[in-house]
């Protein structure tokens, strides 16, 4: 068995910071796509471990567009474990939640980002604090049986203290997992525009570090434990979805400029929303594949599994590879561990947090071919 995840590429506004395949939603040709995308699931097989709906925004789809994919899931697919849907706080209406739990969604990611209005504001971001609250208790109270919300830190103007106020309000919500993500600048973005014209203030590295910080020591005093560089779940709630990714493990991807990775190769879809439609009508979207060289997924294993606290086996290592993980990457495990930035641990090696908060040196030591 393996996993899904689904684009819907739509969104009802579009934030200063997104660099997603994402389009404003007016004037799209919505239900064509969602023709298109239903032949793509359609060559799909139907036992899946788990099933993620993100985007662009899924509940940019209006209840009739909605309901039309929920349907077809639910009618073709076997989920034997998590069907999870991303959603914006101001969308998630009452009969977009009961559509969710009538056909099997069980799981909810809702980008918060912050609880700060102002900060909300130059975001871009649809939603205020005051959708948070009612959407969280909306889901919940329509029996969705887990709740994820995604924070962003390092933001333009944040504060520690802001980043202090955000976590108490998420703590108070009947919420079950958080993801906390720091603001990345990425090209072509609004952000990214002005802050090359020096017209954006970031918080400097020091200060984004100490935010990173403090959220996981003011998790770790929760019922939320960190299981990876960026997310904590209360038991049981960790996102089984996105460990696929993390265990280096093999998924499918539909809809425009989704990838998947099966047979040990890499595939990309066309990303614009009509060249998607037109490629789909003339058989399928798929604009590039690529074979997964042993050496790609050895690397793979070692910078994705170590973004997990439970780090990455050495058994598991030595099945899939046939070698042991020492006789590849012996020397650089020896440096990372003198260095407090890895533990090996018998079986298990994994990050310090003295490792997480250079992670992406450590995963580039991981590289065979540089
Ligand atoms: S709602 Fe999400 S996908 Fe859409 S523009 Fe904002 S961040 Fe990007």
Redesign the pocket.
């Known amino acids: 068995m393996t996993s899904l995840y689904i684009h819907i590429p739509f969104?009802n506004?579009?934030?200063t910071?997104?660099d997603?395949n994402?389009f404003l939603i007016k004037n799209q040709p919505v239900d064509e796509y969602l023709d298109c995308l239903v032949k793509e699931l359609e060559t799909i097989p139907a036992e899946l471990d788990t099933v993620f709906i993100g985007?662009?925004?899924p509940t940019s789809l209006n209840d009739r567009q909605l309901e039309r994919l929920l349907q077809f899931i639910q009618s073709h697919f076997r989920i034997a474990a998590e069907f999870s849907m991303e959603a914006?706080p101001d969308e998630l209406t009452a009969s977009k939640i009961h559509l969710m739990k009538l056909y099997g969604v069980n799981r909810l990611s809702l980008?918060v980002q912050t609880f700060d209005d102002e900060l909300l504001k130059l975001l871009?971001?649809t939603h205020q604090s005051v959708d948070i609250e009612r959407a969280v208790d909306t889901a919940k109270s329509s029996g969705i049986q887990s709740v994820s919300i995604d924070l962003m830190y390092h933001l333009p103007t944040q504060t520690l203290d802001q980043v202090k106020i955000d976590l108490e309000k998420a703590l108070e919500l009947d919420i079950d997992h958080i993801s906390s993500y720091s603001l990345i600048l990425e090209p072509k973005t609004q952000f990214y525009n002005q802050y090359r014209k020096g017209m954006l203030q970031l918080p400097d590295a020091t200060l984004a570090a100490d935010m990173y910080r403090y959220t996981i020591s003011r998790l770790a005093q929760s019922e939320f434990k960190q299981y990876e560089i960026s997310n904590f779940a209360k038991p049981g709630h960790e996102s089984l979805h996105n460990k696929v990714y993390w265990q280096n493990k093999e998924y499918y991807g539909a809809g425009a400029g989704s990838h998947g990775y099966i047979d040990g190769q890499r595939y990309y879809n066309i990303a614009p929303v009509p060249h998607y439609i037109k490629a789909m009508h003339q058989g399928d979207a798929v604009k590039e594949v690529h074979a997964v060289s042993r050496e790609e997924s050895m690397e793979e294993f070692m910078f994705l599994g170590l973004r997990l606290n439970e780090g990455v086996s050495k058994s598991i290592f030595s099945e899939r590879y046939g070698v042991t993980i020492e006789s590849i990457f012996g020397e650089v495990l020896q440096q990372l561990e003198a260095a407090r930035q890895i533990v090996v641990a018998e079986d298990r090696i994994y990050m310090t947090e003295e490792g997480r908060m250079v992670g992406n040196d450590v995963f580039e030591k991981f590289l065979l071919s540089v």
């Open positions: 969104c506004r579009i934030c910071y997104c997603f994402k985007g662009g925004t914006n980008g871009g971001r």
